[in-house]
């Protein structure tokens, strides 16, 4: 069974840069079939993709264009997990970030606990 | 973008009714990859169907998809007092390859 543990400050001062962490638990962040996903929900926007990366011999990163110029995605393997970094964030990027596992047809199977971040000063 | 619009926004039935869900989309999902997904307040969403019709596993058989293409449907047979919650469509394979629903609300008549 697939665990995934987020962790990373709730409060993050506007033009700061948001850093989040997701622990894998049951399955490897390296391995060739599976993609590791950020998805992010708020009431304005409501569940937003924010991006994947995965390893297919080497690795990959996708990201929406919404955020595109201020993501980072970090795959570390010695410590099989994988982390979101997000620079010059704003009020509008308050919201719950999740990180997500896709499992069969595309659908996100499993999902992190879940991260409130409040961007305020 | 492949853009899912839901209807209705909010659906009001009493336990043991039966609740249809629709999901529309802008462009023809690639493979029917489409899915539905559960969302409870303070929860993490939780995955229903994929494929448009596959239940996922320990999903209750009330639970159903259907539909291809654009117009895609999630039925709940007969309301159970904890399938009242947030329904959201998701599909995977357009650019961005992962798109959501702006969701249906079901609650309590």
């Known amino acids: 069974q697939v665990q995934l543990q987020q962790s990373g400050p709730g409060l993050v001062k506007p033009s700061q840069t948001l850093s989040l962490t997701c622990a894998i638990s049951g399955d490897s962040v390296s391995s060739n079939s599976a993609a590791w996903n950020w998805i992010r929900q708020s009431p304005s926007r409501g569940l937003e993709w924010l991006g994947r990366?995965?390893?297919?011999?080497?690795?990959?990163?996708d990201y929406a264009v919404s955020v595109k110029s201020r993501m980072t995605f970090k795959p570390d393997t010695s410590k099989n997990q994988f982390s979101l970094q997000l620079n010059s964030v704003t009020p509008d990027d308050a919201a719950v970030y999740y990180c997500?596992?896709?499992?069969?047809?595309?659908?996100?199977?499993?999902w992190g606990q879940g991260s409130l971040v409040t961007v305020s000063s | 973008e492949i853009v899912l619009t839901q209807s209705p926004g909010t659906l009001c039935l009493s336990p043991g009714e039966r609740a249809t869900l629709s999901c529309r989309a802008s462009?023809?999902?690639?493979?029917?990859?489409l899915a539905w997904y559960q969302q409870k307040p303070g929860q993490a969403p939780r995955l229903l169907i994929h494929?448009?019709?596959s239940r996922a596993t320990g999903i209750p058989d009330r639970f159903s998809g259907s539909g291809t293409g654009t117009d895609f449907t999630l039925t709940i047979s007969r309301l159970e007092p904890e399938d009242f919650a947030v329904y959201y469509c998701?599909?995977?394979?357009?650019?961005?390859?992962?798109?959501f629903g702006g969701g249906t609300k079901v609650e309590i008549k």
């Open positions: 990366t995965y390893f297919r011999s080497k690795w990959y990163s």
């Open positions: 494929g448009a019709s």
């Open positions: 462009q023809s999902v690639s493979n029917n990859y």
């Open positions: 998701q599909q995977f394979g357009g650019s961005p390859p992962v798109t």
């Open positions: 997500v596992r896709v499992g069969h047809n595309g659908s996100l199977l499993y």
